[in-house]
């Protein structure tokens, strides 16, 4: 697992803008490094549910009841996506 505990809850950083475009889909803006990175809806969603729920397993649970998907295949496409967004520092363990 990426995070190394499954109870680690999510943040946005401070410095880092959302915006949901009219398709579902949204760009992340940091505003420190004015990088964007594209969300498609899924992934959008998935942000979504990070920061609202404590767990990643809460998160997964919300987003099953969404998309008709396999849960291992789920929680690998989450874990990705964490990591990715942590790397670039648009996602963050805990209250930033």
Avoid: W
Wanted: a negative charge; proline letters at 5%.
């Amino acid at each position: 697992m990426t995070t190394g505990q499954p109870s680690a809850a999510f943040t946005v950083p401070s410095n880092v803008l959302i915006q949901q475009l009219p398709d579902g889909e949204a760009v992340m803006l940091d505003l420190d490094t004015e990088r964007y990175f594209s969300l498609d809806h899924v992934g959008h969603r998935m942000v979504q549910e990070l920061v609202a729920h404590p767990t990643i397993d809460a998160a997964c649970g919300v987003l099953m009841t969404e998309f008709d998907v396999d849960p291992v295949k789920l929680r690998h496409d989450i874990d990705a996506l964490i990591e990715q967004l942590r790397s670039e520092n648009l996602l963050a363990l805990g209250s930033q």
